[in-house]
């Protein structure tokens, strides 16, 4: 196992079993605003990894294709290796975040209708914001890849809303990203846990994912374990 | 005729002839950067209102509808009153200011194809950038307002091209807004003038514009009264 990446909150591998796959594994690290912020809680790879385990087998079930193979062990997982887009894809049920922030008004708001946004992927530009209509003037993806991602977002989104929704949790928004594996296929990729969505209990409003960290409200591991433990009890 | 609004290039008179008709009036000054950066020169309502007058001529001949009535005097025209829609439209034809600077590029290349844009019309925010997405899901126009403004905004685009093209500008990117007279019909409203658009001579690159004064390049005057004139003389 070569390690291929190092990002934020994980480590990517070759896997020694395939040259299509990689192993990745969840870290203990807790980072915000551009990794400017940094902390790490004892058992939040362990945390993270099961979140999303969950959440990708769920929409593996549901149709959706994945980059997820396999969990092999309580920090790693198995995936299809893929050529990523330079795109992070933010879908929003409710008024939260960047959004609220650059429109002066309160988080909570919900959306006429769910909202998919683009962000270019740079550490050094600061991640901007891009409409779709940017995208393609900067040739930065076709229109029928775009086309496609949108459709995708909006299916997860609320494939998760549904599942998210049993586990008594508000999904207000989240992060997800694409790429390509070997076969041209357009696959969801990355991972999907409380550090990429804003979770909110449905009674009362507690935030339940990375916000408790980037706002100093305290308690974040236990709010991860709580997320675990609800969709573990589905 | 009593004042309405008086903005950073115009003011906005009742029509004592029409309660549905305006007056507007070019003022000769100039702002930049949400008008923190103030300057003027002697015929700066003159040259703008003779190169709006020009280009609103222009697009109603061909079709654009457009608050555009007649020009009363050298720095006065009458218009439709119109209810403004909350956005600023941009239309981009190569890479420059904004977009250029939040992708750590240089101006000047060619876009993949036009690419049309949504301000926020708010000083106290900064007009914060707003994909057709997020207007939608903010409840700010419908869908059908929205695609019937990106529709204009290209078609009105294509049209600006070959004009300025004729006399040997380059429109690199230009500022429109849009609003609906007393009879709900959807319609072209501000004014086109080298505040609101970037323009650079065909050969020189030379900024034919606004960004003399932003950029503190000089001659701003000079070049504002040659787009005149190049008007003019088509």
Redesign the interface.
């Known amino acids: 196992m070569n390690l291929i990446y190092e990002g934020k909150g994980k480590k990517v591998f070759t896997d020694p079993a395939s040259p299509d796959c990689r192993i990745v594994e969840f870290k203990n690290d807790l980072t915000a605003f551009n990794a400017q912020k940094k902390g790490s809680f004892p058992d939040k790879g362990e945390v993270s990894c099961g979140i999303s385990h969950l959440i990708f087998q769920f929409l593996e079930s549901k149709g959706v294709q994945t980059h997820w193979i396999e969990k092999i062990n309580a920090t790693q997982v198995r995936v299809q290796a893929l050529k990523m887009f330079p795109l992070e894809v933010v879908v929003?049920n409710r008024?939260a975040g960047s959004?609220a922030k650059?429109?002066?008004r309160e988080e909570g708001e919900i959306?006429?209708?769910?909202?998919?946004?683009f962000y270019?992927k740079?550490d050094?530009?600061g991640d901007?914001?891009?409409?779709?209509?940017?995208v393609?003037?900067?040739?930065l993806l076709d229109s029928a890849t775009v086309s496609q991602i949108q459709g995708a977002a909006l299916k997860i989104n609320s494939l998760l809303k549904q599942y998210f929704q049993r586990a008594h949790l508000d999904l207000v928004d989240f992060k997800i990203e694409f790429g390509e594996n070997a076969h041209k296929e357009i696959l969801l990729g990355d991972d999907i846990s409380p550090d990429s969505c804003r979770l909110w209990d449905e009674k009362t409003q507690e935030r339940m994912d990375k916000d408790r960290f980037r706002k100093d409200l305290g308690g974040v591991d236990k709010a991860y374990r709580e997320v675990l433990k609800r969709l573990e009890s589905l």
Not at 111 to 117: A, S
Not at 128 to 134: D, G, K, R, V
Not at 136 to 139: M, N, Q
């Open positions: 929003r008024l959004l650059k429109m002066g959306l006429k209708q769910p909202c998919v946004e270019y740079s050094s530009l901007p914001f891009l409409s779709s209509e940017q393609l003037a900067l040739g």
